[in-house]
T-cell receptor, first 109, second 113 residues
Framework: GESVGLHLPTLSVQEGDNSIINCAYS??????FIWYKQESGKGPQFIID?????DKRQGQRVTVLLNKTVKHLSLQIAATQPGDSAVYFC????????FGQGTELSVKP | EAGVVQSPRYKIIEKKQPVAFWCNPI?????LYWYLQNLGQGPELLIR????????DSQLPKDRFSAERLKGVDSTLKIQPAELGDSAVYLC???????????FGPGTRLTVL
């Protein structure tokens, strides 16, 4: 069936470096994508979203890129900080929000 | 502004016992969701309410799970009887409408012994 998944389960980066978290989706009809951050013991927190009519969207230190040709979504975090350590989920929505498995980001001081 | 409130935060019960979770959404949010999250996995939708109406409960195991949102504000999710496999985090989320950005509560971590 249709699914949203992540390429890597864990990612370790040095503080100050840029982080890139990738996501593949298979539902070509998906029209809205969201990145969530989930810290231990907390619920998912909205980071940034992008609609299918866009290729790129920037927020504060974060950028989401959407490549519809290969059904790929990425989250770029600039100047990664220890507070960015968390599990990151991509989610697609075509009415219903469907989450991928998650990538755990670990920031080394 | 207060976020989504859930209680209890943690619950430990023995199998076959009943359990209930409570959620108070963000004020003014008409849409309320209950999700189940297993360890290392993304949340999975159990039920979605538009005001007091359950508009999507296709993933809710209706033999043991039930939910209500009687006045279109707060909601309860109940499991009776609980099974070992029900151990998970139960998340509540709300949004102004659907589809709109969903805001999640901290969740209730259920352990069934």
């Amino acid at each position: 069936g249709e699914s949203v998944g992540l390429h890597l389960p864990t990612l370790s980066v040095q503080e100050g470096d840029n982080s890139i978290i990738n996501c593949a989706y298979s539902n070509s009809a998906s029209d809205y994508f969201i990145w969530y951050k989930q810290e231990s013991g907390k619920g998912p927190q909205f980071i940034i979203d992008i609609r299918s009519n866009m290729d790129k969207r920037q927020g504060q230190r974060v950028t989401v890129l959407l490549n519809k040709t290969v059904k790929h979504l990425s989250l770029q975090i600039a100047a990664t900080q220890p507070g960015d350590s968390a599990v990151y989920f991509c989610a697609e929505t075509e009415g219903k929000l469907i989450f991928g498995q998650g990538t755990e980001l670990s920031v080394k001081p | 502004e207060a976020g989504v409130v859930q209680s209890p935060r943690y619950k430990i019960i023995e199998k076959k016992q009943p359990v209930a979770f409570w959620c108070n959404p963000i004020s003014g949010h008409n849409t309320l969701y209950w999700y189940l999250q297993n360890l290392g996995q993304g949340p999975e939708l159990l039920i979605r309410y538009e005001n007091e109406e359950a508009v999507d409960d296709s993933q809710l195991p209706k033999d043991r799970f039930s939910a209500e949102r009687l006045k279109g504000v707060d909601s309860t999710l109940k499991i009776q009887p609980a099974e070992l496999g029900d151990s998970a985090v139960y998340l509540c989320a709300s949004s102004l409408g659907s589809p709109d950005t969903q805001y999640f509560g901290p969740g209730t971590r259920l352990t069934v012994l």
